[in-house]
C-alpha cells in the first residue's frame, strides 16, 4: 500500500508500518481476546460512561456516579447468569450440533454459535487435498469474493481454519463448522468447547461464592430491584 500510494518517503507510516505485528488485528487473531477489539472495547466504555457522569461533576461526584455504574453492570450479568442458569437457548433450526450447542453454551455465546451455522450452511465446500490423514478444504461463502482454507486433521480430530475466529473468539467459525458437517460430526468437539463459555463455567464461579452471596434467583433479583430503584432520582439528576 506504501508502494500504490507513492507514501514510502513518509517517515511515520513507514514507521507505523514497522510496527504493524503491534497494531494490526490481522496479527492478532491467534490470540484469544473474547472476539473483542481494543477499539471496541474503549469505544463500547466511552458510550457506557457518558450515560453515567457529565463534564459538570467533581472528583467526588464522579466517583459516585461510576459506582452505580460498576452496580448497574454487576446486575446485569448477574441477571444474565440466572438467565443462562434457568433456561435452555431455542435453536432457530433443529440440528444436532445445535442441540449440543444449546446445551453447552450459555445463551449469548450459542447465539453467536447459530449464525456461524447458519453461515455455514451458505458456503461451498471443496476438497484440494490429503497427505497423511490431513484435509486440506477451501471453504467460499455464496456471493462472496474471499475464501478460507481449513485443515482437518482425522486422526488427532484437530481443526484450524485461516480465519483464526476460534483462536480469537473461542468459537469454531462457519469454516470449521462446514468441515465438520462434511465429516458427520454432529457434536462440537470436546477440544472446541471453551470451558469459559459455558453454563458449568457459571454455576461453578455460583457454587465457589462465599455462603453469604449465595442467595436465592429471587432474592438477587428482588434486592437488586431495589437498588435499581433506589438509583432513580440519581439517574435524573444526570
Ligand atoms: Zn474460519
Redesign the pocket.
Known sequence: MLDKYELKTNEWLERMFKLKEKWALVYGRQSFCADMTTTQRSESMNSVLKRYVSYKHNLLQFFHHFDRLIDERRYQKLKADLRTCHSTPVASFPVEILKHAASVYTLEVFELFQDELRKAYDSQIELCGEIGGAFEYK?IPFRKHYQ?T?MYDTSQGNVS??????EFAGV?????LKVLSSRNIVKIPELYIKKRWTKKAKKSVAEAQPLEDSVSSSQCVNENEEKKNDWSPLQRIV
Open positions: 471453504i478460507h481449513v481454519c485461516s480465519c483464526k475466529k476460534f469454531l467459525c462457519s469454516h470449521t
